[in-house]
């Protein structure tokens, strides 16, 4: 069966909790087939974003959409829509039971529990109570809940926080494989170094309001000069033919050169020029990190092209996060 293409739109999306703007005229489009990052700091909105989403909250304006419809209005919104909001459960449920509980809420055969728990790698430990699980075992449980329904959108709250290197390297490949399938991924974090190995494309939210909308490469490119690692066994010959092509040269007795104002490819091309071949060459990290730190601290607010979601109508669904305690 062919599956449906489904983006998740949030169009000029306000919600105010007494004298906290928490989201504020909020615009962005998750794609299907893309694993999209939902990123800012702590409290910038992304939750509330989320329950606005899955209509959890009413929004004071704007609305939600996913496939051009409000949650609420979705004919079987469990089977449209996986979610995962939070990795708590019941501590004396097993990993099985608590899937059991989901399944048979949202209708679906209880193979799949065996199905979910099987996709997330969790098989062996489905009869264990979930208050001996690790955060990394209950995040795969909080996915397989997410997934029971086959839902062709995801929306995970922080999915990553707390995993080991193993456990993000799984989650990594298994939520691109999802996109690959073209599904809508969408994830929360309130950290890119986290997720800049997983999703495509990145939005950035500052005290409620986009501050960047775009693919991971644009958020890299957006200061226009990147720093490019390189090195090779003749690094001063390679520096020599590098300055000779106008890039600026440091670090060239260390194992790693640091190559300013030429491109990647550029600098891979007069390195083939000069009959030199290069034993690395990458993009210097740590300039995105810069970016995401400029945006999320301010004053970068003009570099968002932000994409743009209309045409949707308010949600009508129960507002049941609503006045929680925070
Ligand atoms: N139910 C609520 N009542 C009052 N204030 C709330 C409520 N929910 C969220 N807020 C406030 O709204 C702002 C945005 O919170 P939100 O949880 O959406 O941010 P977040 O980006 O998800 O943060 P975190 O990463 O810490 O979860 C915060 O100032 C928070 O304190």
Do not use: C
């Not at 306000?14 to 998750?30: H, M, P, Y």
């Not at 800012?40 to 974003?49: A, F, R, V």
């Not at 397989?144 to 329904?149: D, E, Q, T, Y």
């Amino acid at each position: 069966m062919t599956q449906q293409a489904i983006p998740v739109e949030v169009a000029r999306l306000s919600k105010r909790f007494g004298r906290v703007q928490a989201v504020n005229d909020l615009s962005f489009t998750a794609q299907p087939g893309r694993v999209t990052g939902f990123l800012g700091p702590n409290g910038s909105g992304k939750t509330t974003t989320l329950g606005m989403v899955l209509g959890l909250l009413r929004p004071d304006s704007g609305a939600a959409t996913i496939g051009g419809a409000p949650y609420a209005a979705l004919e079987r919104p469990a089977l449209t829509v996986g979610s995962a909001l939070s990795a708590s459960f019941h501590p004396a449920h097993t990993g099985r039971a608590h899937l059991d509980i989901v399944r048979r809420a949202i209708g679906v055969p209880v193979s799949r529990v065996d199905e979910t728990l099987a996709l997330v790698g969790l098989d062996g430990a489905a009869d264990r109570k979930t208050g001996g699980y690790s955060l990394g075992m209950r995040q795969r449980l909080a996915l397989a809940a997410a997934l029971l329904g086959d839902p062709q959108v995801l929306l995970l709250d922080e999915p990553i926080n707390g995993l080991d290197p193993e456990g993000i390297r799984w989650i990594r490949l298994f939520l691109q494989h999802l996109a690959s399938e073209g599904k809508t991924v969408l994830l929360s974090s309130h950290l890119l170094s986290e997720v800049q190995q997983t999703v495509d494309d990145v939005v950035v939210i500052r005290r409620g309001e986009l501050a960047f909308a775009g693919t991971l490469a644009e958020l890299q490119h957006g200061d226009g000069e990147r720093t490019v690692l390189v090195s090779a066994a003749d690094r001063p010959g390679l520096a020599q033919a590098l300055q000779r092509a106008g890039a600026q040269v440091h670090g060239v007795r260390g194992e790693t050169m640091r190559v300013s104002g030429l491109e990647p490819d550029a600098v891979g091309e007069v390195a083939l020029a000069a009959g030199i071949a290069l034993s690395h060459l990458s993009v210097e990290e740590s300039e995105l990190e810069q970016s995401f730190l400029e945006l999320i601290e301010g004053g970068a607010t003009d570099r968002a092209p932000a994409q743009a979601a209309g045409g949707a109508t308010a949600p009508t669904a129960a507002a049941s996060m609503e006045g929680g305690a925070r």
